[in-house]
């Protein structure tokens, strides 16, 4: 009986494998993981193009012939100032191997926030894990709506902020205007509504941008104070890698750059990187950085330093910083 049972068991065992294998259905195939899309409002259709950019995202084939890495949105932003150095701390951040950066201007916070997340992330670097993905759009400092829109993107998105005499920083910037349009009135005559009252005319863009209490609060109500980092743009340009060290530790990277990569360039009068990313050749800023400053009627540098002075007061108490303006 013992012998029939065991011939009956191996007879059906391979016929029935046969037969699971002709005329079993095949296991359903696991559906494909979906697309990693961005967020979106409620009820908003996902485009084409958004599609196809978190596709590429994500398949390996894509990877291999684009070269490896992936388009992030940044972690990290350089919101401002203009004219404070904030070029100048970029192309030195470059020099970082886990820092990947745009080099123009996106301008996505304050001019092209239409165009939506997906065109933004599209004019990223591609990135590797663990690298960061930076921009610097300076502007964004004094736009209203940004503070808002760069918590709503990502409320973890570190801020660093370029700040600088706020009257060499007028000044400067008033420079850079003349170059373009020669025929500008005088900075004197922009600085005042009325000369002779000495009220300063606070609409104008070169004398606002350097209250820089009043914007940071705009700030502070989307992100905490020790989220940004306040770089001094004369230190910038005094001590370079030790502004760099601080700007390495936020950014929780390590300390790679470091007093080697820069020498001082006397004619130009500040410092220029040793080599720059992608280059064995030295490098330092274009033309349009360093040029040199009109000169102002003193009166009117006075009157302005006592115009600053309270918000510069105000701006240290909020920052836990002296920057020695006064």
């Known amino acids: 009986m013992l012998f029939l049972w065991l011939y ?10 046969g037969l699971a294998a002709r005329g079993s259905p ?14 979106r409002e409620a009820g908003e259709e996902s485009s084409l193009e958004e599609q196809r950019a978190a596709s590429d995202a994500g398949s390996p084939i894509s990877s291999f012939f684009n070269g490896s890495g992936t388009k992030r949105l940044p972690q990290a932003i350089i919101i401002g100032v203009k004219k404070g150095g904030t070029r100048a701390l970029l192309e ?5 191997p886990d820092v990947r950066a745009v080099g123009a201007e996106p301008h996505f916070f304050d001019r092209n926030y239409e ?9 990223m670097p591609k990135t590797l ?8 759009t300076p502007s964004y400092f004094v736009t209203k709506e940004a503070p808002a829109r760069i918590s709503s993107m990502s409320k973890d998105t570190k801020l660093i902020v370029v700040v600088r005499d706020p009257v060499t ?4 910037d008033y420079t850079q205007t003349l170059s373009k349009k020669p025929d500008i009135p005088t900075f004197e005559s922009l600085t005042f509504k009325n000369r002779t009252t000495g009220l300063i005319d606070t609409s104008w863009s070169a004398i606002q941008i350097g209250i820089y209490a009043k914007h940071l609060e705009n700030w502070l109500l989307y992100f905490p104070i020790r ?3 306040f770089v001094s743009g004369e230190r910038l340009i005094s001590d370079p890698a030790g502004e760099l060290g601080r700007v390495q530790d936020f950014l929780g990277l390590k300390r790679i750059i470091t007093d080697k990569h820069f020498y001082f360039n006397k004619t130009k009068g500040f410092p220029c990187l040793k080599k720059a990313e992608g280059s064995s050749k030295p490098h330092c800023l274009g033309k349009t950085k360093g040029r040199t400053h009109p000169d102002i009627d003193q009166e009117v540098v006075q009157r302005l330093r006592n115009f600053y002075r309270p918000f510069n007061m105000k701006f ?3 920052t836990g910083q002296d920057f020695g303006w006064d």
């Open 8 to 17: 009956m068991f191996y007879s059906c065992a391979g016929s029935c494998a």
């Open 26 to 39: 095949a296991p359903p195939r696991a559906a494909p993981p979906l697309s990693p899309l961005l967020p």
């Open 92 to 96: 030195f951040l470059r020099v970082h």
């Open 115 to 123: 165009r939506g997340l997906a065109w933004y992330r599209d004019l």
């Open 129 to 136: 894990e663990g690298q960061i993905t930076m921009e610097k």
């Open 169 to 172: 920083r007028a000044i400067s």
């Open 227 to 229: 989220q940004i980092l």
């Open 316 to 318: 240290y108490q909020m």
